[in-house]
C-alpha cells in the first residue's frame, strides 16, 4: 500500500472512530430554553454533580449562577441553561481526569461564545490539553493527528440537558442573559491551530 493510500485509509479511519463516539456534532438548535432558570438542587440533578460540587464551583467561580429571579431576594441568583449545560461540560472533563485548570480555560472559553454556537462545538483533549472544534474537519484531524483522544460533542450535551430539565422545576427569569461576542483569538482555538502547523 502506497504512502497516500495509508493516509486516506488512516483519515477514513479517524472519521468512522469520530462518527462512532458521536463527536461529528452539528445540532441545529431552534428554541433555546433561557427564559427559566434553576435553583441549585435541580442544577445538579441536571448536571449529574453533588450540592458540594456546585457550591465549590461557585465559591472559586469556576460557574457561577448567571440568572435573577423577578422580584427576589437581592444577590439571589439562579442557574440558567447555558450554565447548566457548562457544569454537565465540566462534570465530563472532570471524570476523564482533566486537570482543573485545562478545564477553567475550557471554561473561559465557553463563556466567551454565544450560547447558540455551544451546540456547534466539540470539546476534544489528547488527556492533557483541551481543543475546540467547530467542524467535523477539525475533530478528524485532531484524531488523525493522535491528539484527539476523547472528545465532548456540546450539540448533545445540549440535547440530554433539554431532556433532564423538562422533568425539573424552573422559576421565570428576570434578565436575560446576554450572550458574549464571539472571540475570535481564543486560547483553545489557537492551540488546535497550533497542533496542526506545528
Not at 445538579?44 to 454533580?49: F, K, P, Q, S, T
Not at 458540594?52 to 465559591?59: E, F, H, I, M, N
Not at 485545562?102 to 472559553?109: G, P
Request: some cysteine; glycine content about 12%.
Amino acid at each position: 500500500m502506497s504512502g497516500k493510500q495509508k493516509a486516506s485509509e488512516h483519515r477514513r479511519s479517524a472519521v468512522r472512530l469520530a462518527g462512532e463516539q458521536g463527536l461529528l456534532c452539528e445540532e441545529d438548535v431552534v428554541g433555546l430554553p433561557m427564559d427559566v432558570g434553576y435553583r441549585g438542587p435541580a442544577a445538579c440533578m441536571a448536571a449529574g454533580i453533588t450540592y458540594r460540587q456546585l457550591d465549590y464551583w461557585a465559591r472559586t467561580r469556576l460557574v457561577e449562577p448567571s440568572a435573577s429571579m423577578p422580584g427576589g431576594p437581592p444577590g439571589h441568583r439562579l442557574y440558567s441553561f447555558r450554565d447548566i449545560l457548562i457544569l454537565k461540560v465540566v462534570k465530563r472533563l472532570l471524570d476523564t481526569g482533566i486537570s482543573l485548570q485545562q478545564i477553567r480555560t475550557a471554561v473561559e472559553h465557553l463563556r466567551q461564545r454565544a450560547t447558540a454556537d455551544l451546540a456547534q462545538i466539540t470539546l476534544m483533549s489528547d488527556g492533557v490539553s483541551v481543543y475546540e472544534c467547530t467542524s467535523p474537519g477539525e475533530v478528524v484531524d485532531l484524531i488523525q493527528g493522535g491528539q484527539g483522544v476523547f472528545g465532548i460533542a456540546l450539540g448533545r450535551v445540549w440535547r440530554e440537558l433539554e431532556g433532564s430539565l423538562k422533568e425539573l422545576h424552573g422559576e421565570p427569569l428576570g434578565e436575560q442573559e446576554r450572550p458574549a461576542e464571539p472571540h475570535p483569538g481564543d486560547e483553545l482555538a489557537r492551540r488546535r491551530r497550533q497542533r496542526r502547523t506545528g
